[in-house]
T-cell receptor
Framework: DAGVIQSTRHEVTEMGQEVTLRCKPISGHDYLFWYRQTMMRGLELLIYFNNNVPIDDSGMPEDRFSAKMPNASFSTLKIQPSEPRDSAVYFC??????????FGPGTRLLVL | GQQVMQIPQYQHVQEGEDFTTYCNSSTTLSNIQWYKQRPGGHPVFLIQ?????EVKKQKRLTFQFGEAKKNSSLHITATQTTDVGTYFCATLGGGSQGNLIFGKGTKLSVKP
């Protein structure tokens, strides 16, 4: 099993640019989660999906953030326009029902 | 909503000393999960506890779930440098949803 895949480990962009983070969950998992981690705020849940449907997006900081899950094997988190304060590590995780979550390696985003 | 408080926030120990982190809630928890995140890595599931008073061991790690299911602890005996990282407790968000509520984590450093 390849685990949760976040193929981009580091992303550097300039303020105002659009940035899209991608995630491939573990096959067969019906839950997908997007987290953001910073030193100041710790691990924050941004949004999660169940069977490709967004369930709770109350953690999304503002309208600049959006997430989609067009099918069971792919999800994106988009920030448009990006700002320096969005710099963080973004993790994707997946799980099957209420079982433990499996995290991807994360994408370290730096917005200059 | 449910919250879990984790203490201490940081712990520095000499190699060979024991270490304990505590997770507390004001409400009864359906379960507790523990995760470890190595520096620069991603959270990795360690164990899940669901029964009142449950105790589980993984080599030098001992996990306990309180009788009232409102607290949990992770104890490491004779720490090693490989134990360095942040330890998170987490609990299910409620209902049948698969989201987790994470504690802020305890960051463990081990001096050789």
């Amino acid at each position: 099993d390849a685990g949760v895949i976040q193929s981009t480990r580091h992303e550097v962009t300039e303020m105002g640019q659009e940035v899209t983070l991608r995630c491939k969950p573990i096959s067969g998992h019906d839950y997908l989660f997007w987290y953001r981690q910073t030193m100041m705020r710790g691990l924050e849940l941004l949004i999660y999906f169940n069977n490709n449907v967004p369930i709770d997006d109350s953690g999304m900081p503002e309208d600049r953030f959006s997430a989609k899950m067009p099918n069971a094997s792919f999800s994106t988190l988009k920030i448009q326009p990006s700002e320096p304060r969005d710099s963080a590590v973004y993790f994707c995780a997946s799980s099957s029902g209420t079982s433990p979550q499996y995290f991807g390696p994360g994408t370290r985003l730096l917005v200059l | 909503g449910q919250q879990v408080m984790q203490i201490p926030q940081y712990q520095h120990v000499q190699e060979g000393e024991d270490f304990t982190t505590y997770c507390n809630s004001s409400t009864t928890l359906s379960n507790i999960q523990w995760y470890k995140q190595r520096p620069g890595g991603h959270p990795v599931f360690l164990i899940q506890l669901v029964k009142s008073g449950e105790v589980k061991k993984q080599k030098r790690l001992t996990f306990q779930f309180g009788e009232a299911k409102k607290n949990s602890s992770l104890h490491i005996t004779a720490t090693q440098t490989t134990d360095v990282g942040t330890y998170f407790c987490a609990t299910l968000g409620g209902g049948s949803q698969g989201n987790l509520i994470f504690g802020k984590g305890t960051k463990l450093s081990v001096k050789p």
